[in-house]
């Protein structure tokens, strides 16, 4: 159920290393109208079947990176590859799920029609799609709602609702932005499960959370983002050890503080 699609990881442009990766960034930049530079020269390497987490305050350039991941924002300077493709490739957007922070469902359509809509996007057939969508909302738990519209849901059901959106086309890279943002313990502890049952069918997460015990208790490792560039980049026990910390809250906060030369970039 959780099985994504088998795709070729042929690269192009950066590399052969970046065919062995799930996500290879070079020299990304973003600078906007008026000019200011979200993030400037990143760097970042995530391997095919990691469970990445990506830690930073609110402006460091999370959303921005991850715009530009999905085609959803256009770099200023600087290479993206999915599994090998440019980002911009049609085969790139077909390899990569979003579930976004905010909700944004269209308030016109049911549940089932949600997940089917968006399959369609990604060129799955129409019957392919219902039993997808059947799939999901039976793991989702949202079987008898499937001819609710979101706007009637609960808030946590509409968070359910965006993960199973994010998996229709059965990506093999998950990107989860803030996916706990606003949900009880019972619900978070839940996605986590799937999460975790995801990334043990071999999915590819990266997450961003400013639920930091989130991320110490899901990720494989670690990267913290500031001032658009990532200062450190680490398995939970390296980041502690290498900051002095107990838990990865004090890390982050000695990291975002400037602490323990914080301010250098790091290879990432």
């Not at 290393?17 to 760097?43: H, I, N, W």
């Not at 039993?131 to 793991?139: F, S």
Request: aromatic content about 6%; some cysteine; overall charge negative.
């Amino acid at each position: 159920m959780f099985d994504h699609a088998s795709t070729s990881d042929s690269g192009s442009g950066i590399g052969s290393p970046a065919a062995r990766q799930a996500l290879s960034v070079r020299g990304f930049t973003k600078t906007y109208e008026g000019g200011f530079t979200a993030v400037d020269g990143l760097d970042l390497d995530v391997p095919d079947g990691a469970f990445f987490g990506l830690l930073g305050p609110n402006g460091a350039g999370k959303t921005t990176l991850i715009g530009a991941i999905c085609n959803l924002v256009r770099p200023t300077a600087g290479e993206i590859e999915v599994f090998g493709h440019r980002h911009d490739a049609r085969e790139a957007r077909r390899l990569v799920g979003l579930a976004e922070q905010d909700i944004n469902l269209d308030r016109f359509l049911s549940v089932q029609e949600v997940l089917i809509y968006h399959a369609g996007f990604f060129g799955m057939g129409r019957a392919h799609a219902r039993r997808r969508a059947a799939e999901l909302m039976d793991v989702f738990e949202l079987a008898s709602k499937a001819k609710v519209r979101p706007t009637a849901l609960s808030g946590g059901m509409r968070r359910r609702l965006l993960f199973a959106r994010a998996m229709m086309h059965e990506p093999r890279l998950l990107i989860l932005d803030e996916p706990t943002a606003g949900v009880d313990v019972e619900l978070r502890s839940e996605l986590w499960e799937y999460t975790r049952r995801l990334h043990e069918a071999g999915t590819t997460i990266v997450l961003t959370t400013h639920y930091l015990e989130e991320a110490e208790a899901l990720c494989e490792e670690i990267a913290l983002i500031r001032g658009g560039r990532i200062i450190a980049r680490d398995t939970a026990d390296g980041l502690r050890a290498q900051y002095d910390a107990d838990d990865i809250a004090g890390v982050y906060l000695k990291a975002m503080q400037g602490d323990a030369a914080a301010g250098n970039a790091v290879p990432a």
